[in-house]
């Protein structure tokens, strides 16, 4: 099972990137998907998360208004739309999936992948 994130760079104060997520070797249109991030010399903090069906999504308050995480289970991929870059916005962010959308929300997500570096200069 593979979480290939993809979409991070560079980008100024103010901008914006759109991360995605492709999942293979298992299908997760039954799970709640998310992003997770981790900033330099900091612990993992949630970031956002999406259920099975798209009907609820749940943001960190740090995101929240600015972030949209958006799925498309056909493609077996989550999407991140991330606006209004801020400099404390920096670090690796990661895809997550479980079962529990809370759970996920928690950090206690089963299945993650490997990271794009999202920076944002001031």
Do not use: H
């Not at 039954?30 to 998360?49: C, I, N, T």
């Not at 600015?66 to 209004?84: E, G, H, P």
């Amino acid at each position: 099972v593979q979480l290939q994130a993809s979409g991070g760079g560079l980008v100024q104060a103010g901008g914006s990137l759109r991360l995605s997520c492709a999942a293979s070797g298992r299908t997760f249109s039954s799970d709640a998907m998310g992003w997770v991030r981790q900033a330099p010399g900091k612990e993992r903090e949630f970031v956002a998360a999406i259920n099975w069906s798209s009907t609820y999504t749940y943001y960190a308050d740090s995101v929240k208004g600015r972030f949209t995480i958006s799925r498309d289970n056909a493609k077996n991929t989550v999407y991140l739309q991330m606006n209004s870059l801020k400099p404390e916005d920096t670090a690796v962010y990661y895809c997550a999936a479980d079962s529990g959308l809370l759970k996920l929300a928690r950090l206690e997500y089963e299945y993650w992948g490997q990271g794009t570096q999202v920076t944002v200069s001031s």
